[in-house]
Structures are given as structure tokens and as C-alpha cells.
């Protein structure tokens, strides 16, 4: 167990629809990252939060949007979903801005846009 | 973009060791090489990571190049449960609060066999 929870665990929704993922920290963690897995893109960064602010983005679309909130949990909002979408979303937190920390990974939500 | 290159797959027999190598030809003095694995989905493991110096723990040994251009990653004795993608990763290191996230490319995946 990482200590990084993800909810919910499966999604299944339509397009068009827009859902939110949610991602609790490890205790004490200030960063938190997302991450898209799909098939033929593997494992990609989407956008990094450091203790409430916005400090890195990556290949987010726009239709996508996350934020931290004050307690540290953090959540991306997918829209006008696409079958593209569908994908493993993992988040992962780490202490926040150390030399050499590590980054620890939820188990994701999987999400079916149908 | 992944600043790593690594084969897309090895086999290995179960009990023996196995020898992960990681080209990291463009890698600059502020940046450390880690390595994750994932398991079927799962959300990638930190197995390991180091700056110059070799390292070892408790789940693999790293070792890296003199001129750090390359890595190799052993684990001691392998067993089905390493079965996995292994990703060798360059990370930057964080600096006034930007910076630190993964980047993964396609990693190898590893098939320990009986």
C-alpha cells in the first residue's frame, strides 16, 4: 500500500459526460501529480500541484482541469468526454520539491467513456 | 520526451539474476536516474534510485557508469511476482519549487519464467 488513495476505482460513463477523480496524498505530502496510461501513448504527466498551486503541466488537454484544495487532496475534472478519454488515471504525491524524493502512486481509476 | 532508452522486453529464469541496462546518454550533473516498475496496471512501484554512487535495498541493486551515461539495474534473484514493465527514468532535480516529475518512456517489460 502506497498511501496514496484514488477514488473511485472504475468509471464508466458516456460521452460528452465530464467526471471527477479524486486522489488523497500520502500523509504529509505536499505535491501531488496526475498521470494518463492509455494504450498507445503509455504512461504520460499531465500537471503537478504543490501545496495548493499549480507548479508543472504537461500534456493536459483542455478539457481537462485539476486543483488541491487547503487539505492537500487534489481533483482532476475530465469534460466533454471523448472515447479517446478512456484511459488509466493514476495519481502520485511525493514530499515536495526534495533533491532526490520519491514519488509514490495510487492505484488509479480506471475510466470507460463509452 | 523520455531522456532514456531501454530494450522492450527481456525473459529471465526464475532464481537467477536480472540485469536491466539503461542508456542515458544526455543525462546533465543535476539530474538522478530512478527506476519504477508496474505490475499489470497497477500503479507503478519505486524500486530504486541514485545520483553517482551505486545503491542497493532491500529490492535491487543500481549501478551506474563512471561518466553516469548508462545504468543497470539487477535484481538478485528473480521470482514470477518481477514480472513487470521496468522504467528507467532521468529526473530532474526539483529547484525553487519547480521541477521533479517522472517522465516515463516505454521501459522493458521483464517476463521471469519458471
Known amino acids: 500500500d502506497s498511501g496514496v488513495t484514488q477514488t473511485p476505482k472504475h468509471l464508466i460513463t458516456a460521452t460528452g459526460q465530464r467526471v471527477t477523480l479524486r486522489c488523497s496524498p500520502r500523509?504529509?505530502?505536499?505535491?501531488v501529480y496526475w498521470y494518463q496510461q492509455s494504450l498507445d501513448q503509455g504512461l504520460q504527466f499531465l500537471i503537478q500541484?504543490?501545496?495548493?498551486?499549480?507548479?508543472a503541466k504537461g500534456n493536459i488537454l483542455e478539457r481537462f482541469s485539476a486543483q488541491q484544495f487547503p487539505d492537500l487532496h487534489s481533483e482532476l475534472n475530465l469534460s466533454s468526454l471523448e472515447l479517446g478519454d478512456s484511459a488509466l488515471y493514476f495519481c502520485?504525491?511525493?514530499?515536495?520539491?526534495?533533491?532526490?524524493?520519491?514519488?509514490?502512486f495510487g492505484s488509479g481509476t480506471q475510466l470507460s467513456v463509452l | 520526451d523520455a531522456k532514456t532508452t531501454q530494450p522492450p522486453s527481456m525473459d529471465c529464469a526464475e532464481g537467477r539474476a536480472a540485469n536491466l541496462p539503461c542508456n542515458h546518454s544526455?543525462?546533465?550533473?543535476?539530474?538522478?536516474v530512478y527506476w519504477y516498475r508496474q505490475i499489470h496496471s497497477q500503479g507503478p512501484q519505486y524500486i530504486i534510485h541514485?545520483?553517482?554512487n551505486n545503491e542497493t535495498n532491500e529490492m535491487a541493486s543500481l549501478i551506474i557508469t563512471e561518466d553516469r551515461k548508462s545504468s543497470t539495474l539487477i535484481l538478485p534473484h528473480a521470482t514470477l511476482r518481477d514480472t513487470a514493465v521496468y522504467y528507467c527514468?532521468?529526473?530532474?532535480?526539483?529547484?525553487?519549487?519547480?521541477?521533479?516529475?517522472?517522465?516515463f518512456g516505454q521501459g522493458t517489460e521483464l517476463s521471469v519464467k519458471p
Open positions: 500541484y504543490y501545496n495548493g498551486e499549480e507548479r
Open positions: 544526455t543525462i546533465s550533473g543535476n539530474e538522478y
Open positions: 502520485a504525491s511525493s514530499v515536495g520539491f526534495v533533491g532526490d524524493e520519491k514519488l509514490f
Open positions: 500523509s504529509g505530502d505536499l505535491s
Open positions: 527514468i532521468v529526473r530532474e532535480i526539483p529547484f525553487y519549487n519547480q521541477g521533479g516529475k517522472l517522465i
Open positions: 541514485g545520483l553517482k
